[in-house]
């Protein structure tokens, strides 16, 4: 995997990112977060979530 520093900061994040916009709506805690374990077991560090996804539900998933 690569990585690249974000903007001017000193955080180092993943060259892919995973999309989490179905967590909370098509996919469930449990599938979500066994996703997650892979994504972050292969190296991806960078997660596209927002609070409007599934109407806020992936918030609650994800913590």
Do not use: W
């Not at 995997?1 to 179905?22: E, F, P, W």
């Not at 599938?31 to 539900?57: M, P, Q, R, V, W």
Request: glycine content about 12%; hydrophobic content about 45%.
């Amino acid at each position: 995997m690569q990585y690249h520093l974000l903007g001017k900061t000193d955080l180092n994040i993943s060259a892919i990112g995973m999309g989490c916009v179905t967590f909370g709506r098509e996919i469930d805690q449990e599938s979500s977060f066994a996703i997650l374990d892979h994504a972050l077991e292969n190296g991806i560090t960078l997660f596209d979530t927002a609070a409007a996804y599934a109407n806020g539900a992936s918030e609650d998933v994800l913590g």
